[in-house]
């Protein structure tokens, strides 16, 4: 059950990304349209940064989860192959 939250929550980061790439051009094209091309470009410059920023965030909480998950089956296989305690 775990595992499918994690994995929902992954596909949701990634539609998020893509409706937040789709807003940053349609914005940026909206505002190169009214205010110049000078406006348009560094509002999509902006919000490509934004856009890749909260991404990669969300995209690190979700995958340390499971790099977590594998350490530490990694240091129980460790163990018990060394005669470890446990």
């Known amino acids: 059950m775990r595992e499918?939250?994690?994995r929902m929550f992954d596909a949701l980061v990634l539609v998020l990304m893509i409706l937040?790439?789709?807003?940053t051009l349609v914005l940026s094209v909206?505002?190169?349209?009214?205010?110049g091309a000078v406006?348009?470009?560094v509002t999509f410059c902006f919000g490509f940064v934004i856009t890749l920023l909260v991404g990669g965030v969300l995209f690190t909480i979700?995958?340390?989860h499971d790099n977590s998950?594998?350490?530490?089956d990694a240091l129980e296989k460790l163990t018990k192959r060394l005669g470890g305690s446990e």
């Open 4 to 6: 499918i939250v994690i």
């Open 20 to 23: 937040m790439v789709a807003g």
């Open 30 to 35: 909206l505002r190169y349209n009214s205010e």
């Open 39 to 41: 406006v348009g470009v």
């Open 62 to 64: 979700v995958n340390i």
């Open 69 to 72: 998950k594998r350490s530490a």
